[in-house]
């Protein structure tokens, strides 16, 4: 990371190089830390990083000892990190115009979920019983078409296609209710009430 400071490089103040030359020193492993504490939010620990540093500065009768220096400024700088958390639990939670959008799409997302489950069950209900039997062993049991054969007391081969023309119909019955799922002219032809058995 490359950090630099504001002023003139031209400058011979004390204060000013003595400043950069600790800036230089303990930049990079205080911005680690903070960056652990601050959960990866690189522009907050760069923020406060640089509120470290000015408070260091500004307090003139600081020993400049690395050894007393270095614990001094994580403290300040852990400081920092738990009072802007305490500042922003102690303020109502700002609103930026966009959280009612989010809470909208949310409600929007489950009365759509809810009536797509009503028109399934509807298109589910227009299938022969037959095709009702295997799509509830396979799909809401979740067997296997060999152990769904087992349980509903037919061939394999007749549960794996009474499940291929079972979707297709469900597909079908879906467009009708004017669900978009496939080209309804691609389907296999299915009357209602009748079981295709292979």
Not at 9 to 16: F, I, P, R
Not at 27 to 45: F, M, Q, T
Not at 89 to 116: F, H, Y
Request: with cysteine.
């Amino acid at each position: 990371m490359q950090w630099s400071l504001m002023g003139s490089s031209e400058s011979q103040d004390t204060g000013e190089s003595t400043l950069r030359a600790l800036y230089e020193e303990q930049a990079n492993p205080l911005y680690a830390y903070v960056l652990r504490l601050v959960g990866g939010d690189r522009h907050r620990a760069e923020d406060i990083i640089q509120e470290t540093l000015l408070r260091c500065w500004s307090k003139r009768d600081l020993n400049l000892d690395a050894a007393l220096l270095r614990p001094w400024l994580f403290r300040v700088a852990r400081n920092l990190v738990i009072d802007g958390h305490r500042r922003r639990l102690a303020r109502p939670c700002e609103i930026d115009g966009s959280n009612w959008l989010r809470e909208m799409s949310t409600d929007a997302d489950e009365i759509e979920n809810v009536l797509s489950s009503v028109v399934v069950g509807e298109a589910f209900k227009a299938l022969s019983e037959a095709h009702r039997e295997v799509l509830y062993e396979t799909y809401f049991v979740g067997r296997t078409t060999q152990e769904a054969a087992t349980a509903l007391n037919i061939p394999h081969g007749t549960v794996k296609s009474r499940v291929y023309y079972a979707l297709r119909c469900l597909r079908l019955a879906l467009e009708e209710r004017g669900v978009s799922t496939t080209d309804a002219s691609q389907l296999p032809a299915c009357r209602q009430g009748t079981a295709v058995s292979g």
